[in-house]
Structure formats: C-alpha cells, structure tokens
C-alpha cells in the first residue's frame, strides 16, 4: 500500500481556480473610500454584499454611510449601489471622537453593518450603528431589496453597563449566524473610548435574538481585557457540528494569535479563552464559516513572522497575504489554505452558496499603499480544496 502524504501548499494547489471581481470602487460614486465588507448568501441564493462608503480619508468616525449591491445570478451581474442606512431626527457625534479630534461636530458616522440570512423564513436581518454609540435593527422581507425602517436596539447595550461602563459600541462586522435552534446572533464589541482611536480599552460579547429580530438580549462578556487577552475587539463566529458557537476573536496580545472562546448557547458559560497557535493575528478583522458538519473555513491576513518574536517590528505584522484556512474537525487543527491576494489586503468576510461556492468578500489595498486606503472591494469565489 502506498502511502502519500501531502503537505499544505499541495493542498492549496488542489483547490479549483480563484475567481475575482471588483464590487465597489474607491473614489466612484461620491466616496473616497469603500471599507469593512460583508456578505450573505439568501435562502433563495441571492448574493448581499455590504459595506461603509466613506466619503473622507478622515477613518472610522468620519463622513460614512452604508451601502449594499445584489447578486441574483451567483455573482455575474450586480445590482446599482443603493444606500440603506438612515436615522431620522437630530444627530450628535460621540464625544469620545471629539474629544480626540478624530472627527468634524457636523460628520454622520453610520458604522459597522452586520446581515444574518434567515435560512428558515428568507429574512434578511440587519444592524448597523450611528455614531459608535447607537445601534439599530431593520430587516428585508424581499430578499435584500427594500429594508424596514429601523428600530433601534441601544437598550440591549445599556444592559451591559453593570458590567462594562462602554462608551464605543459596535455590532460585528460581517455577518452574524443563525443557530440550528433558530436563535439569531451577532458578535459584539464595547470599548471605554479611552485609548487610541476611542476604540480601546475593549470586550466582547454576543446580542441575540429568539423572536425573529423583534427583541434582542445581551449574552454574557466572553473575552475581557486583560494583561494576557488585550484589547479584545471585532469578533467573528460559528456554530459548530456539536452546537456549541464558537467566537474568533482579534486582539492585541502579544501572543499575536487569534483568540478563541465557545459556549454551548452563544450567551453565556463562555470556555476560558485561548490562542490558537495556527492561526496569525496581524490586529486586523478576519472571518469565521462553518460549511456543515465538522467543516470550518477562517480568512484573515496570514502574515507574521511565525514565531512571534518578530511580530511588533513593523512590516511583519503588516495587512498582507489574505489567506483563507480550512479545518475538518471544529477548528481544532488547519490543513490547507489559499492565499487569495499576497499584497496589501485587510478586512474580510466568508459566505457560502447553495451550489457548494465558497464567497470572500475582501479589502484589496492599493497599489504602493497600504490596506487603510483600500483600493477595492473583491469578491473572490472558489470550493473547498480537492483531496482535503
């Protein structure tokens, strides 16, 4: 008998064939800048791919809106950009943004857009926030082209206070889940607004749903800041094959590892936090799918310097080499990956389609620039690894 043992790069090579397209176009449409994607899959298989449009240069607490295009043929065609975001009534900017002069008094910030796809009702749920500070819910009844108007859920992060006295909310990004129980959930994070950016110190923790979207309830902090987990913020997630969810979570420990927590409902009695030693942490957003079973899929740029050490120097922790990792057993172990841009790239998303197609909508940086002056968003389409 013959035995042939494979390693990660022949596995990666197994794969079909990339294919990429560019969605949303920095410097068109009005924006200077399109950022922090994300995408679902409907139940009728229509693609919804999502993001800020930023209309300055000026970061995160900036002029921004949130847009959205749809896809009805897999991909081939797409929808005009249409903006989805809007709060009536009087507006003011978080003090923490001013107080660090990160923005104008007058900038409207609508941030961090999160979608679920209902797989049992063809619901599109979505959150978005405004300001980094209010939060709200509004949903789609016909697959992605029109949304209620929103309703806002603040009050779920009020009830966080006891515990955190936050003054910077946030909902994901990406996508939230829908549990096999129905249950909706979205990861997310909560910052004193003190430190850099007015986005640290920070937690993280989970809202859900069990009505359908109609209410929503606070789950219990899953990774606090601490000296060994600092800073834990953006926070992807997954159901596992035993249903216990999983949260992946970015951080700024000096372990430069992504942090990993479950918990046998998605609210509470969270699994002490640990580092996963496969998967790099350059301080950067990435993306967790479960594809069913025990089959996981985790994207993120790949690129540190693999014993850490090096980590803090600069350019090895750069946002570079968007690689999506696969795991057959809940993420226990990774066997192969796909590098899918080797230069500068950042934020991403997973989405996976009835047809078995595996989505990453992503951050393509510019060229000769770096990923916080994304070029583009791509979305680029492959299916799990042959041989894997």
Same mark, same amino acid.
């Given at each position: 008998?013959?035995?042939?043992?494979?390693?990660?790069?022949?596995?990666?090579?197994?794969?079909?064939?990339?294919?990429?397209?560019?969605?949303?176009?920095?410097?068109?449409?009005?924006?200077?800048?399109?950022?922090?994607?994300?995408?679902?899959? *409907?139940?009728?298989?229509?693609?919804?791919?999502?993001?800020?449009?930023?209309?300055?240069?000026?970061? $995160?607490?900036?002029?921004?809106?949130?847009?959205? =295009?749809?896809?009805?043929?897999?991909?081939?065609?797409?929808?005009?950009?249409?903006?989805?975001?809007?709060?009536?009534?009087?507006?003011? %900017?978080?003090?923490?943004?001013?107080?660090?002069?990160?923005?104008?008094?007058?900038?409207?910030?609508?941030?961090?857009?999160?979608?679920?796809?209902?797989?049992?009702? /063809?619901?599109?749920?979505?959150?978005?926030?405004?300001?980094?500070?209010?939060?709200?819910?509004? =949903?789609?009844?016909?697959?992605?082209?029109?949304?209620?108007?929103?309703?806002?859920?603040? *009050?779920?992060?009020?009830?966080?206070?006891?515990?955190?006295?936050? @003054?910077?909310?946030?909902?994901?990004?990406?996508?939230?889940?829908?549990?096999?129980?129905?249950?909706?959930?979205?990861? !997310?994070?909560?910052?004193?607004?003190?430190?850099?950016?007015?986005?640290?110190?920070?937690?993280? *923790?989970?809202? !859900? +749903?069990?009505?359908?979207? %109609?209410?929503?309830?606070?789950?219990?902090?899953?990774?606090?800041?601490?000296?060994?987990?600092?800073?834990?913020?953006?926070?992807?997630?997954?159901?596992?094959? $035993?249903?216990?969810?999983?949260?992946? !979570?970015? *951080?700024?420990?000096?372990?430069?590892?992504?942090?990993?927590?479950?918990?046998?409902?998605?609210?509470?009695?969270?699994?002490?936090?640990?580092?996963? +030693?496969?998967?790099?942490?350059?301080?950067?957003?990435?993306?967790?799918?479960?594809?069913?079973? @025990?089959?996981?899929?985790?994207?993120?740029? $790949? &690129?540190? $310097? @693999?014993? /850490?050490?090096?980590?803090?120097?600069?350019?090895?922790?750069?946002?570079? &080499?968007?690689?999506?990792?696969? +795991?057959?057993? &809940?993420?226990?172990?990774?066997?192969?990956?796909?590098?899918?841009?080797? /230069?500068?790239? /950042?934020?991403?998303?997973?989405?996976?389609?009835?047809?078995?197609?595996?989505?990453?909508?992503?951050?393509?940086?510019?060229?000769?620039?770096?990923?916080?002056?994304?070029?583009?968003?791509?979305?680029?389409?492959?299916?799990?690894?042959?041989?894997?």
């Amino acid at each position: 008998m013959k035995v042939i043992f494979l390693s990660l790069l022949a596995l990666a090579l197994m794969a079909e064939p990339v294919k990429k397209q560019e969605i949303f176009q920095s410097g068109t449409n009005g924006y200077a800048l399109f950022r922090i994607p994300g995408i679902v899959v *409907s139940k009728k298989g229509t693609l919804l791919a999502y993001a800020e449009a930023r209309k300055s240069m000026r970061g $995160d607490w900036g002029p921004i809106d949130v847009v959205l =295009r749809r896809s009805t043929d897999k991909g081939a065609t797409w929808s005009p950009m249409k903006t989805i975001a809007r709060v009536e009534g009087p507006k003011s %900017k978080n003090p923490v943004a001013l107080a660090q002069n990160l923005a104008n008094p007058s900038d409207v910030t609508y941030n961090n857009p999160v979608a679920i796809a209902d797989r049992k009702t /063809g619901t599109i749920h979505f959150l978005f926030c405004l300001e980094y500070m209010r939060a709200f819910y509004m =949903r789609s009844d016909d697959d992605g082209e029109n949304f209620s108007k929103p309703v806002e859920i603040t *009050s779920t992060f009020e009830a966080f206070r006891p515990d955190y006295a936050w @003054k910077v909310l946030a909902t994901g990004p990406g996508h939230g889940i829908q549990l096999r129980n129905g249950r909706l959930l979205v990861p !997310v994070w909560l910052s004193l607004g003190t430190g850099g950016h007015a986005h640290r110190p920070s937690v993280t *923790s989970t809202i !859900v +749903s069990d009505d359908n979207g %109609k209410s929503w309830k606070r789950g219990a902090i899953a990774v606090p800041d601490t000296p060994e987990f600092v800073f834990p913020n953006e926070t992807t997630a997954a159901q596992l094959s $035993d249903g216990r969810v999983m949260l992946n !979570v970015r *951080s700024e420990s000096t372990a430069h590892r992504r942090l990993i927590v479950t918990s046998p409902d998605g609210t509470g009695n969270w699994s002490q936090p640990r580092f996963d +030693s496969a998967l790099l942490e350059p301080i950067c957003f990435g993306s967790l799918l479960s594809l069913g079973g @025990k089959r996981l899929a985790f994207a993120n740029p $790949d &690129n540190l $310097d @693999k014993t /850490g050490g090096a980590a803090v120097a600069g350019k090895s922790r750069d946002r570079k &080499n968007l690689t999506v990792q696969f +795991s057959q057993d &809940n993420g226990q172990t990774w066997k192969a990956k796909i590098v899918i841009e080797q /230069g500068w790239s /950042g934020y991403s998303d997973l989405a996976y389609g009835k047809d078995q197609t595996i989505y990453l909508f992503y951050e393509d940086g510019a060229q000769g620039g770096n990923a916080y002056q994304t070029a583009s968003l791509q979305l680029a389409q492959f299916t799990w690894p042959k041989g894997l």
